[in-house]
């Protein structure tokens, strides 16, 4: 009795140790057979600790009176001193004000643009002119921002085209971009002018995988082509536009800022002035780096919110996310 | 019964082919008016002004005053060092990333994709890169335009999901013959990746080719400068007259034919290499982002 006894509880005692040495047998498999890529891995897993993750942890500075030149650690703690002092700021409304509406108007005019665009092209039969448009409208995407701004400032300048074309029209000539009216048109017809093309790739590939055979049974069934571009054109296009919508709104207030920072100049502030370019101005050319840390951290928390709060409208309405 | 065009129709196709014209005139005009500004004489600019569809007097004078000035001509080779040395960094950087995160044996790989897609939507902002940068002693060097964008994880996605594609019969007829990983990745890989390789290159090296805000806020240097903070110089700040050759007054009008020439000379390397990738433009894009 004893001895089964004792060979039960050795054998339970082996089968638990085999299991423990299987589990650390798989572990160390597994690092055999990916040995090599982890090794190709460790030093992108080290760029983004070093470059993305260090400076989230660097935000802490937004709580302290952060003296130069020490680590992110050894400042005095103020709490939410930088972030009060920003929102009873006269500025805080100015920019929260001029970041909605430079982005609201780019999100209505800007958004659809790429869409008319990909759906104008679709109804294009002869081959030479779709790739005709296609190379002209893509060219602007690779024109550096400071060639983009500079040529934005000669056709805008007293002498440009639009002055010209407003002497034609017996109206004398103005210098724009001195002016805070017209900013803002200035700012989204450009960026129409630079992105549409870019940016109607993504719809004219996902249009490249639409069956040819609907178009051919709807016109069997009587169907003229603008109803074909209303009932299979664009629903296929759906899903796409759901998830460039929702990345859009995610991005909404941290585009173009370089743009901004290059177009604008005192005399506009009124109505150029961003969340982006005030934490430049603040932080790289004014040295307040707390409380342009804090200013940062305040934009950031409002993108991340409105990705959340689109992605989270749009799996509702249109049972398309992008998580 | 087989539907038959109508008058509705037609008038659609030609609203649609006018549209599309008038989209390429407006596209194509102002970079169009600028090369042919570049080249004519100082004069017929003044007399024509915006409206000038071929070059009127003749005249390099200008591309020669931009080849003899030794501050472009410095941003040029500096722009090209970053251009190849940045590209060929992000090249290594995104192929092993994509390579490692598209083996689904791998153990870990949900944990650092994850880790570089949270970056893409949240980060330290302006200021800590700033700081970091600073503290890693790369202020003023060239590794501050190097390194800190070492990785696009667009480009990481993108190309991944072109890996994840590809048969793993591929990988595993490969390891039988007893190839490692890079072998597989340099040998088997790499060689069916070239549109996706070629569109990276191009997104990279342009992106390095066109970029100033690294170096304005990191390069005090001007030894160090690409040749975007010599065009934000001369097409933003209106700093000319120090562009202008030597002791030669420079008036408004020098001034602006000389900026033409300086955009068109900035922007004919990538114009060159543009139809060469294009046809994979559609293909890359296709390919990555969006699907999972």
Not at chain 1, 101 to 126: K, T
Not at chain 1, 183 to 206: E, H, K, L, N, P
Not at chain 1, 289 to 314: D, Y
Not at chain 2, 209 to 215: C, D, G, H, T, V
């Amino acid at each position: 009795m004893d001895d089964l006894n004792v060979s039960k509880l050795n054998l339970a005692d082996i089968s638990v140790k085999k299991k423990k040495k299987t589990r650390l047998q798989r572990l160390k498999r597994d690092f055999n057979r990916g040995k090599y890529v982890y090794l190709m891995l460790a030093p992108v897993v080290l760029y983004y600790l070093i470059f993305h993750y260090w400076p989230m942890i660097g935000i802490v500075i937004s709580f302290q009176d952060y003296i130069p030149g020490t680590g992110f650690f050894e400042s005095p703690w103020v709490g939410l001193k930088h972030f009060t002092e920003f929102f009873q700021s006269f500025y805080f409304w100015r920019l929260m004000k001029n970041t909605f509406l430079i982005n609201f108007w780019l999100l209505i005019f800007g958004f659809p643009a790429p869409i008319i665009l990909a759906l104008l092209l679709n109804e294009v039969r002869a081959k030479w002119f779709k790739r005709g448009v296609q190379t002209v409208t893509y060219i602007p995407h690779f024109i550096s921002i400071i060639v983009i701004v500079g040529i934005i400032k000669d056709f805008t300048a007293t002498d440009g085209m639009i002055n010209q074309l407003r002497e034609i029209l017996g109206k004398d000539s103005l210098q724009f971009l001195q002016f805070p009216e017209y900013f803002r048109t200035i700012y989204v017809t450009s960026d129409i002018w630079q992105t549409i093309g870019w940016s109607s790739i993504i719809y004219f590939a996902a249009l490249s995988a639409v069956d040819p055979n609907l178009y051919e049974a709807a016109s069997i069934d009587g169907a003229g082509r603008f109803r074909q571009m209303w009932h299979i054109t664009l629903p296929a296009l759906r899903p796409t536009i759901v998830i460039i919508l929702i990345l859009t709104i995610g991005n909404l207030l941290s585009t173009g800022f370089e743009k901004i920072l290059l177009l604008y100049q005192p005399l506009t502030y009124e109505t150029a002035d961003v969340i982006s370019t005030y934490v430049y101005r603040k932080g790289i050319e004014g040295s307040s780096f707390s409380f342009a840390t804090a200013v940062g951290l305040f934009n950031t928390v409002m993108n991340f919110a409105l990705l959340i709060a689109a992605n989270r409208i749009s799996r509702k309405i249109s049972e398309n996310s992008l998580w | 019964m087989k539907y038959k065009p109508t008058v509705i129709d037609r008038v659609f196709d030609i609203f649609v082919y006018i549209t599309l014209s008038l989209l390429m005139v407006v596209t194509f005009y102002p970079l169009y008016y600028i090369f042919v500004a570049s080249i004519s004489s100082v004069s017929e600019i003044a007399k024509h002004g915006s409206f000038m569809f071929w070059p009127k007097g003749l005249t390099f004078e200008t591309y020669q005053a931009v080849f003899q000035n030794s501050f472009i001509l410095k941003g040029f080779r500096n722009s090209i060092f970053y251009v190849v040395v940045g590209t060929s960094i992000n090249m290594i950087f995104s192929i092993f990333a994509a390579y490692a995160l598209s083996r689904k044996w791998l153990k870990g790989r949900k944990i650092i994709m994850m880790m570089i897609v949270l970056t893409m939507f949240f980060g330290g902002g302006l200021i800590p890169n700033f700081l970091i940068v600073q503290k890693l002693g790369m202020f003023n060097t060239v590794w501050a335009l190097l390194l800190p964008g070492a990785i696009s994880a667009w480009n990481v996605i993108m190309m991944r999901t072109y890996f994840l594609g590809l048969p793993d019969s591929l990988e595993e007829s490969a390891r039988i013959d007893g190839a490692n990983d890079f072998q597989i990745l340099f040998k088997v890989m790499l060689p069916l990746a070239k549109p996706i390789l070629a569109v990276m290159v191009l997104f990279y090296g342009v992106g390095h080719w066109n970029s100033w805000f690294s170096a304005s806020i990191y390069l005090q240097n001007r030894e160090l400068w690409p040749l975007q903070m010599i065009l934000r110089e001369i097409l933003i700040q209106g700093r000319v007259a120090d562009f202008g050759g030597s002791g030669a007054t420079v008036t408004h009008q020098v001034a602006k034919n000389l900026k033409y020439a300086t955009i068109i000379v900035s922007t004919i390397p990538i114009l060159l290499v543009y139809p060469f990738i294009q046809k994979y433009f559609v293909k890359g894009v296709m390919l990555g982002s969006l699907k999972e």
